[in-house]
């Protein structure tokens, strides 16, 4: 069954790297993801500039192009997003991330070359973007001065500018909350913010002067739209009982404005469901209300990957079962502390695929969301076979014991045993456990993992399919015997059959009994069918051909008798079906 799972979830471009995972996933109650690329489309693209006496939108620069290409802001800052920028191009195909290729393509539209600039200004040093400080910086040479490029998020690189480039020339920097406010404002609009900085030095500066008399220019918003399925993935899963938690290092109102868009949390209530990385700091300490904070909220902005960690450790000592969705190296530690580790498959980095449980070829979330579902399935399926499988044999343990001591005819005998267990036992078994599952199991809260496979009210369902397929058979085996002084050969083969045809038709009482004994996912499951036809000819040839007749000891029986045995059969389920209807079990 497990197998299966795996195989129908490779089909829907979701590998199961363990197992186990399979069984896991459908214990799941707390989905922790990124918000870019997998909440979002990743298409990232200029909307939005903003330099200290101005602010243009997409549709301004494109139609002031060559009156806002003047301002010796903007070229600065078009100068350092070309510069401060992995984009290299090497056979047609760019090196850089998705915002790098959005400034690029944004250079091109305001008629720039990145290219002939890259090439003006050879880069000599490179400090990489990293995720705690949140800043990359390049070092480029300018004829014979140097050139220090800087970009991040706009707390980082205010914080790190003494001067700010205005229309007037370059000024003091004294209004860092004015910047703030303007950022909030567009934040809450949903557009990602990336500052950006630079000063010029007549020599290299060393690594403690970097970041010595910068100078601010502006920032850019780049516009991201949420994914179109995302939305109807999170409904199902708040209807499963699992919480999404988004975890992004973006700034928090634009987590929040896309959190709203994709329907993650209430806007009436956005503001008490964020919390920024920097009221994390130290979980390790955390008092009562920080957690109640923690546990109440959806979205955690401006994190930083070490605190992705701490979190997925947080949920698990609150007794969570947590997926962890990632794809950068940074990412690896907590996919692999988590109960589910989940790799994008298209941007995820080797790390990150080795140490995780699943990984998603298309890196859609929409996939976690089957995966989920598929494992829920996987784990009713197996309940529903070993129920099976228990209520069955218990029959035939009860029925053989309780005729050896009354002194009754045996309703089994040993080579009938085995082929029950060969035949009746093994293909509706098999079937049961290769069902789609029920519709609905998206609208079940999660199991707790603590809990058996066999709870106590399926022991019970258990035994009172045993005791009432047990009734029936041990029932005809009196009929024929006391009533009818049937010879003990006959009496055994109606009472071997009967318990066939019992056995067989006891998958469907499998279904819980809120669903229609006509409509669920055993009737509708055309493998059971096809187990059921199956046992039933197997057992029609072994009745035909002498050898197996002999050895299963089957006589002829009439027609009358044959009737007898269709009727007991029979009452099995309509005895097991009232029960359940009563509420007698599940």
Same mark, same amino acid.
């Given at each position: 069954?497990?197998?299966?799972?795996?195989?129908?979830?490779?089909?829907?471009?979701?590998?199961?790297?363990?197992?186990?995972?399979?069984?896991?996933?459908?214990?799941?109650?707390?989905?922790?993801?990124?918000?870019?690329?997998?909440?979002?489309?990743?298409?990232?693209?200029?909307?939005?500039?903003? !330099?200290?006496?101005?602010?243009? &939108?997409?549709?301004?620069?494109?139609?002031?192009?060559?009156?806002?290409?003047?301002?010796?802001?903007?070229?600065?800052?078009?100068?350092?997003?070309?510069?401060?920028?992995?984009?290299?191009?090497?056979?047609?195909?760019?090196?850089?991330?998705?915002?790098?290729?959005?400034?690029?393509?944004?250079?091109?539209?305001?008629?720039?070359?990145?290219?002939?600039?890259?090439?003006?200004?050879?880069?000599?040093?490179?400090?990489?973007?990293?995720?705690?400080?949140?800043?990359?910086?390049?070092?480029?040479?300018?004829?014979?001065?140097?050139?220090?490029?800087?970009?991040?998020?706009?707390?980082?690189?205010?914080?790190?500018?003494?001067?700010?480039?205005?229309?007037?020339?370059?000024?003091?920097?004294?209004?860092?909350?004015?910047?703030?406010?303007?950022?909030?404002?567009?934040?809450?609009?949903?557009?990602?913010?990336?500052?950006?900085?630079?000063?010029?030095?007549?020599?290299?500066?060393?690594?403690?002067?970097?970041?010595?008399?910068?100078?601010?220019?502006?920032?850019?918003?780049?516009?991201?739209?949420?994914?179109?399925?995302?939305?109807?993935?999170?409904?199902?899963?708040?209807?499963?009982?699992?919480?999404?938690?988004?975890?992004?290092?973006?700034?928090?109102?634009?987590?929040?404005?896309?959190?709203?868009?994709?329907?993650?949390?209430?806007?009436?209530?956005?503001?008490?469901? @964020?919390?920024?990385?920097?009221?994390?700091?130290?979980?390790?300490?955390?008092?009562?209300?920080?957690?109640?904070?923690?546990?109440?909220?959806?979205?955690?902005?401006?994190?930083?990957?070490?605190?992705?960690?701490?979190?997925?450790?947080?949920?698990?000592?609150?007794?969570?079962?947590?997926?962890?969705?990632?794809?950068? @190296?940074?990412?690896?530690?907590?996919?692999?502390?988590?109960?589910?580790?989940?790799?994008?498959?298209?941007?995820?980095?080797?790390?990150?695929?080795?140490?995780?449980?699943?990984?998603?070829?298309?890196?859609?979330?929409?996939?976690?969301?089957?995966?989920?579902?598929?494992?829920?399935?996987?784990?009713?399926?197996?309940?529903?076979?070993?129920?099976?499988?228990?209520?069955?044999?218990?029959?035939?343990?009860?029925?053989?014991?309780?005729?050896?001591?009354?002194?009754? *005819?045996?309703?089994?005998?040993?080579?009938?045993?085995?082929?029950?267990?060969?035949? &009746?036992? @093994?293909?509706?078994?098999?079937?049961?456990?290769?069902?789609?599952?029920?519709?609905?199991?998206?609208?079940?809260? *999660?199991?707790?993992?603590?809990?058996? !496979?066999?709870?106590?009210?399926?022991?019970? %369902?258990?035994?009172?399919?045993?005791? %009432?397929?047990?009734?029936?058979?041990?029932?005809?085996? !009196?009929?024929?015997?006391?009533?009818?002084?049937?010879?003990?050969?006959?009496?055994?083969?109606?009472?071997?059959?009967?318990?066939?045809?019992?056995?067989?038709?006891?998958?469907?009482?499998?279904?819980?009994?809120?669903?229609?004994?006509?409509?669920?996912?055993? &009737?509708?499951?055309?493998?059971?069918?096809?187990?059921?036809?199956?046992?039933?000819?197997?057992?029609?040839?072994?009745?035909? !051909?002498?050898?197996?007749?002999?050895?299963?000891?089957?006589?002829?029986?009439?027609?009358?008798?044959?009737?007898?045995?269709?009727?007991?059969?029979?009452?099995?389920?309509?005895?097991?079906?009232?029960?359940?209807?009563?509420?007698? &079990?599940?």
């Amino acid at each position: 069954a497990l197998a299966r799972g795996m195989v129908r979830l490779s089909k829907q471009k979701v590998i199961i790297k363990k197992l186990e995972a399979v069984q896991t996933l459908g214990e799941t109650t707390i989905v922790c993801t990124d918000k870019t690329g997998t909440l979002t489309e990743d298409k990232m693209s200029v909307h939005h500039v903003v !330099i200290q006496d101005h602010e243009w &939108t997409i549709d301004d620069l494109t139609n002031q192009r060559s009156h806002i290409k003047k301002n010796e802001a903007f070229k600065n800052l078009m100068r350092v997003a070309v510069l401060c920028n992995n984009f290299n191009l090497t056979e047609g195909v760019s090196n850089g991330d998705s915002i790098e290729n959005a400034l690029v393509d944004f250079a091109r539209h305001m008629a720039y070359d990145p290219i002939e600039i890259q090439k003006k200004y050879p880069k000599l040093s490179e400090i990489p973007f990293d995720t705690d400080t949140k800043i990359m910086v390049t070092i480029n040479q300018f004829n014979n001065k140097h050139l220090v490029c800087v970009k991040g998020a706009i707390e980082q690189v205010l914080d790190s500018c003494q001067y700010i480039q205005s229309t007037d020339g370059i000024k003091r920097l004294n209004n860092h909350d004015e910047w703030f406010q303007k950022i909030n404002k567009l934040a809450s609009t949903g557009l990602r913010l990336l500052a950006f900085a630079y000063r010029e030095t007549k020599r290299e500066p060393n690594t403690d002067e970097i970041f010595k008399d910068l100078i601010f220019i502006g920032c850019v918003g780049f516009l991201d739209p949420p994914r179109q399925d995302v939305s109807d993935a999170i409904r199902t899963y708040k209807n499963a009982g699992i919480k999404v938690v988004m975890i992004t290092g973006d700034h928090p109102d634009t987590a929040r404005k896309i959190a709203e868009e994709v329907g993650l949390i209430p806007k009436d209530d956005s503001r008490n469901s @964020v919390v920024r990385g920097s009221e994390l700091k130290d979980l390790k300490h955390k008092t009562k209300e920080l957690e109640n904070t923690i546990l109440n909220a959806t979205v955690f902005a401006r994190m930083v990957p070490s605190q992705k960690l701490e979190l997925v450790k947080f949920y698990q000592k609150h007794n969570a079962i947590v997926g962890m969705i990632g794809d950068g @190296v940074n990412d690896a530690p907590a996919l692999k502390k988590a109960d589910i580790g989940i790799a994008m498959g298209i941007r995820g980095t080797q790390a990150t695929k080795e140490v995780s449980d699943v990984i998603l070829i298309d890196d859609k979330f929409t996939s976690t969301e089957l995966a989920i579902r598929q494992g829920r399935t996987i784990y009713e399926n197996i309940r529903h076979f070993v129920v099976y499988l228990l209520s069955c044999n218990l029959a035939e343990i009860i029925a053989v014991s309780l005729a050896s001591l009354s002194k009754l *005819p045996l309703p089994l005998l040993p080579l009938q045993i085995l082929f029950l267990n060969l035949v &009746t036992d @093994v293909f509706p078994a098999l079937a049961l456990g290769m069902g789609k599952g029920d519709s609905r199991i998206m609208e079940q809260p *999660p199991r707790s993992p603590n809990e058996p !496979i066999i709870p106590k009210k399926l022991w019970v %369902s258990t035994i009172i399919y045993g005791l %009432s397929i047990t009734g029936v058979v041990l029932g005809i085996t !009196i009929y024929g015997h006391l009533i009818k002084s049937w010879p003990y050969e006959v009496v055994n083969n109606m009472a071997f059959h009967t318990l066939i045809l019992a056995q067989l038709i006891n998958v469907f009482n499998m279904p819980h009994r809120q669903f229609s004994f006509f409509k669920n996912e055993v &009737t509708t499951n055309p493998w059971i069918w096809i187990a059921i036809v199956l046992s039933l000819l197997i057992i029609f040839i072994a009745y035909h !051909i002498t050898i197996l007749k002999t050895v299963l000891s089957l006589v002829p029986l009439s027609y009358e008798q044959f009737i007898t045995v269709l009727v007991f059969g029979m009452s099995s389920l309509v005895i097991i079906q009232s029960i359940k209807r009563l509420g007698g &079990t599940v």
